[in-house]
Nanobody, 121 residues
Framework: QVQLVESGGGLVQAGDSLRLSCVAS????????MGWYRQAPGKERELVAT???????NVMYSVKGRFTISRDNAKDTLFLQMNSLKPEDTAVYYC???????????????WGQGTQVTVST
């Protein structure tokens, strides 16, 4: 089992920055790729960025140039640096991890509880 706990959300003004963190605990050795998703009110959850186990990032076009994903494997922590925030970035942001079940070699997905980011005009 893996537990993911996000932090760092809040209420900011347009143009401000926030840094989200996600701390993993439990069987963290089983974690492979990690990522951030977000879900705005009335909308489906969407992918924001992913990062491979060795740190290769993949950021979605809608936030490219403004958001940066990174991870510190030694501290089992995932980050999302969000700059030049816009009102349309308002959403609940979720941490996600793909992990390997070593019993049956199946992939397991884990989610955090989410952290609210609200960007005002």
């Amino acid at each position: 089992q893996v537990q993911l706990v996000e932090s760092g959300g809040g209420l900011v003004q347009a143009g401000d920055s926030l840094r989200l963190s996600c701390v993993a605990s439990g069987n963290t050795f089983s974690i492979n790729a990690m990522g951030w998703y977000r879900q705005a009110p009335g909308k489906e959850r969407e992918l924001v960025a992913t990062i491979s186990p060795d740190g290769k990032p993949n950021v979605m076009y809608s936030v490219k140039g403004r958001f940066t994903i990174s991870r510190d494997n030694a501290k089992d922590t995932l980050f999302l640096q969000m700059n030049s925030l816009k009102p349309e970035d308002t959403a609940v942001y979720y941490c996600h991890a793909n992990a390997l079940n070593y019993d049956n070699l199946a992939e397991i997905e884990y989610w955090g509880q989410g952290t609210q980011v609200t960007v005002s005009t």
